[in-house]
């Protein structure tokens, strides 16, 4: 885990990608047909014939589709291919069938697309108990973000640190329907490719150090998975993903239009767990929460919170972290005089640095051995600014800090 020196200028926050880069629909002349037969080969249309070398006819997946069919050209060497696609298009959008839809979507914006299966007895007339959707929703998205947390570093276990990057890059991701147990996200390349990767490689380094433990007895294979992105967050998310079913699948399926990446399998095939991996997944995420060691930090944040039990002795302090570690807050114990200190930067809106330890029990929200307290210095006016509003509330820096107020 790297930290920001207090110096430097924080990064800006890269903005979220619009709600409107879904809601365009493609164009004929944006798509490629070779990109557009490959969509739909894999969300299971069948090629039924058509000119050789010229186009192909494409049938919808499943029963009772009528005589629904795509005329899809191989090329843009004929002058109908944009006619051609656009009534292809036009037909997708028309059919309204799961797999129309994410044909359309994959067209609209290049995206890798993640699929999570779960093997879970139907109900009645083949109907999902609520719960089962919800459940299998709730695990896909655990997925997402230990993949995402995995892109921002490696750590065996990661509590409160890049939670909120890491939850932002998952705004970017589009996820479907969940039907029949089976769920579709979306994640286009620009943004989220390197999620998408990250993913693929850590549920296969999961599967493979499952396989070492039973064939060995050892979990050492859990300790190198570390670097291909396995955490105790995503053997949680397997858990929440396997429990209560006969078996559960991940797929990733990169986006045709951008190719395979570097160092991974284009085939797509999914990774397969059973109610036999818990165990061991369970006991990887002990293991992974009892080893990842507290973390030296030096922290500039802002005073939110003070609390002590009198008027005297050490308090209770909450800062909102502004640079020096990938936590929103953190809690700390400060002997008297430097609650006081902290006292005197919250009255005057100054942020304050403390050198110490995060420690991983309690999620990386605790900081431990805290010192080198101090204000952090501001430019002349601010501090002009800031001084004025001191002196301004001395009677409430008094009460807030339960001491006399001396003026130095």
């Known amino acids: 885990m790297t930290h920001r020196p207090v110096q430097d200028v924080l990064r800006p926050v890269r903005p979220h990608p619009g709600d409107d880069i879904w809601d365009r629909a493609p164009q004929p002349t944006e798509v490629d047909p070779a990109v557009l037969g490959a969509l739909l080969h894999r969300h299971g249309w069948q090629r039924r014939g058509g000119a050789p070398g010229r186009y192909g006819r494409w049938t919808p997946p499943g029963p009772g589709t009528g005589g629904t069919s795509l005329l899809v050209p191989e090329s843009r060497a004929f002058p109908d291919s944009d006619d051609l696609l656009g009534e292809a298009l036009d037909a997708l959008a028309r059919s309204g069938t799961p797999s129309a839809r994410e044909v359309l979507v994959g067209l609209a914006v290049p995206s890798d697309e993640i699929r999570w299966w779960r093997d879970v007895p139907s109900g009645p007339a083949g109907a999902a108990p609520w719960a089962v959707e919800e459940q299998l929703r709730a695990a896909a998205r655990q997925t997402l973000l230990a993949g995402a947390l995995a892109t921002r570093a490696r750590a065996g276990y990661y509590g409160a640190r890049h939670r909120r990057s890491a939850t932002a890059l998952l705004d970017s991701v589009l996820v479907g329907s969940a039907t029949g147990g089976r769920l579709t996200s979306f994640v286009p390349v620009g943004p989220g490719r390197a999620l998408a990767v990250r993913l693929h490689q850590a549920v296969h380094a999961t599967r493979e150090a499952i396989d070492y433990q039973r064939a060995t007895g050892g ?190």
């Open 219 to 408: 979990m050492d294979a859990f300790d190198g998975a570390v670097e291909a992105g396995v955490s105790r967050e995503l053997t949680e998310a397997l858990v929440a993903l396997v429990r209560g079913t006969e078996g559960a699948r991940i797929a990733v399926e990169w986006a045709p239009a951008a190719g395979v990446p570097d160092g991974c399998a284009g085939s797509g095939e999914p990774v397969e767990f059973s109610p036999g991996d818990l165990t061991v997944l369970r006991e990887a995420g002990a293991r992974y929460l009892r080893e990842e060691p507290s973390v030296p930090v030096r922290i500039t944040g802002a005073v939110v919170r003070m609390r002590r039990s009198g008027p005297r002795g050490e308090g209770s302090v909450r800062l909102r972290v502004i640079a020096g570690a990938e936590v929103p807050h953190v809690r700390l114990t400060l002997d008297e005089e430097v609650y006081r200190i902290a006292g005197h930067a919250h009255l005057v809106g100054l942020p304050v640095r403390v050198t110490g330890r995060l420690e991983s029990r309690g999620g990386f929200r605790r900081l431990t051995g805290a010192s080198e307290v101090v204000p952090v210095q501001v430019d002349e006016a601010e501090r002009d600014r800031l001084m004025k509003s001191l002196q301004e509330n001395v009677d409430f820096f008094e009460e807030a800090c339960g001491g006399e107020y001396d003026g130095d």
